[in-house]
């Protein structure tokens, strides 16, 4: 049989990315957590405009000269139409997602260093004495770490959906406030993925 010449070097590219330290079950997690952050992060934009009340039929969006990161504090805000408890569990949203955010930059845009239990992405590093306007971050990679990253990613997709619901139609504001424990773990998820050389360093880690 007959394998396209694309199929036969993607296929030598992924063996070759396996004995780097990305076995199949790694690279299907990289793949997943880039696609939920992706949901995450156009869904996150339409629930800034319902957030604020905010219409974008014919104008230019508060949010189209924003960043990411701009977009996630505007999250914690909230709105004067939620809860106490509604937004609590926006404010701790926001705090998972800029933490899962430093480690998917990482990850995506760093320097790899190959290993064959736990590859790491430093992103920014420092190691010809130049000066970096932003501070060092890494990601360290196994099948474990992204199943946490996927399933942080996955919590916020739920709790942006849930937001913009609420702000349509208050009887969905339950679903929002129910989320309270699964994003506390996705916070405590996420602080993990990008402190993890830091806890790695601590005695008691």
Not at 30 to 57: C, M, P, S, Y
Not at 182 to 187: I, N
């Given at each position: 049989?007959?394998?396209?010449?694309?199929?036969?070097?993607?296929?030598?590219?992924?063996?070759?990315?396996?004995?780097?330290?990305?076995?199949?079950?790694?690279?299907?997690r990289?793949?997943?957590?880039?696609?939920?952050?992706?949901?995450?992060?156009?869904?996150?934009e339409?629930?800034?405009?319902?957030?604020?009340?905010?219409?974008?039929?014919?104008?230019?969006?508060?949010?189209?000269?924003?960043?990411?990161?701009q977009?996630?504090?505007?999250?914690?805000?909230?709105?004067?139409?939620?809860s106490?408890?509604?937004?609590d569990?926006?404010?701790?949203?926001?705090t998972?997602?800029?933490?899962?955010?430093?480690?998917?930059?990482?990850?995506?845009?760093?320097?790899?260093?190959?290993?064959?239990?736990?590859?790491t992405?430093?992103?920014?590093?420092?190691w010809?004495?130049?000066?970096?306007?932003?501070?060092?971050?890494?990601?360290?990679?196994?099948?474990?770490?992204?199943?946490?990253?996927?399933?942080?990613?996955?919590?916020?997709?739920?709790?942006?959906?849930?937001?913009?619901?609420?702000?349509?139609?208050?009887?969905q504001?339950?679903?929002?406030?129910?989320?309270?424990r699964?994003?506390?773990?996705?916070?405590?998820?996420?602080?993990?993925?990008?402190?993890?050389?830091?806890?790695?360093?601590?005695?008691?880690?």
């Amino acid at each position: 049989m007959n394998v396209p010449k694309h199929r036969e070097q993607s296929l030598t590219v992924l063996a070759h990315l396996a004995g780097w330290g990305f076995p199949p079950e790694v690279q299907q997690r990289i793949g997943a957590l880039g696609v939920v952050w992706g949901v995450f992060e156009t869904n996150l934009e339409t629930t800034l405009w319902a957030l604020r009340d905010e219409q974008v039929v014919g104008v230019r969006p508060s949010t189209d000269k924003t960043s990411i990161s701009q977009w996630i504090d505007s999250l914690a805000e909230g709105s004067a139409k939620l809860s106490t408890e509604a937004q609590d569990v926006l404010r701790s949203a926001s705090t998972a997602a800029k933490d899962l955010m430093e480690y998917r930059h990482a990850l995506i845009h760093g320097w790899l260093i190959p290993f064959q239990t736990m590859p790491t992405f430093i992103r920014n590093p420092t190691w010809n004495r130049e000066i970096r306007n932003r501070p060092a971050s890494d990601a360290h990679v196994d099948e474990n770490l992204l199943d946490m990253a996927i399933d942080v990613a996955w919590i916020l997709c739920r709790v942006v959906f849930a937001a913009k619901a609420a702000c349509s139609d208050a009887s969905q504001a339950n679903t929002l406030t129910a989320l309270k424990r699964d994003v506390s773990r996705a916070k405590s998820e996420a602080n993990e993925l990008r402190h993890l050389t830091a806890l790695m360093n601590h005695e008691k880690y």
